[in-house]
């Protein structure tokens, strides 16, 4: 059963990658640093969202199964996901900021 509905949120979102490239998450699957997933603090496992890029208007859908453990920000990306809609992950920072919408 789906959990209950998000509205639409902005907030930060990061990238975590190599570091944690095949070790466990949250959800008990390895960590694939190119998979469209993210952690999230609360949204269920499995739970589908749409992750835009307010800064040039890109979108990916991303999968939950880790949690963010960071409270400033609103999401983490997979590597993979962050370089699909332009948040830089090497230099620049690393953040950027989202819209999140649940799927």
Do not use: K
Request: charge should be positive.
């Amino acid at each position: 059963m789906a959990g209950p509905a998000l509205a639409a949120e902005t907030g930060t979102a990061r990238w975590y990658g190599a570091r944690h490239h095949g070790h466990p998450t949250a959800s008990g699957e390895r960590f694939d640093r190119h998979a469209m997933t993210a952690a999230h603090r609360s949204l269920p496992m499995g739970s589908r969202v749409r992750v835009t890029n307010l800064a040039n208007n890109q979108s990916v859908v991303v999968r939950v199964n880790d949690r963010c453990r960071c409270p400033n920000t609103l999401i983490d990306l997979s590597e993979g996901a962050a370089r699909s809609i332009g948040i830089p992950t090497h230099g620049g920072g690393g953040t950027g900021r989202v819209r999140l919408e649940r799927l």
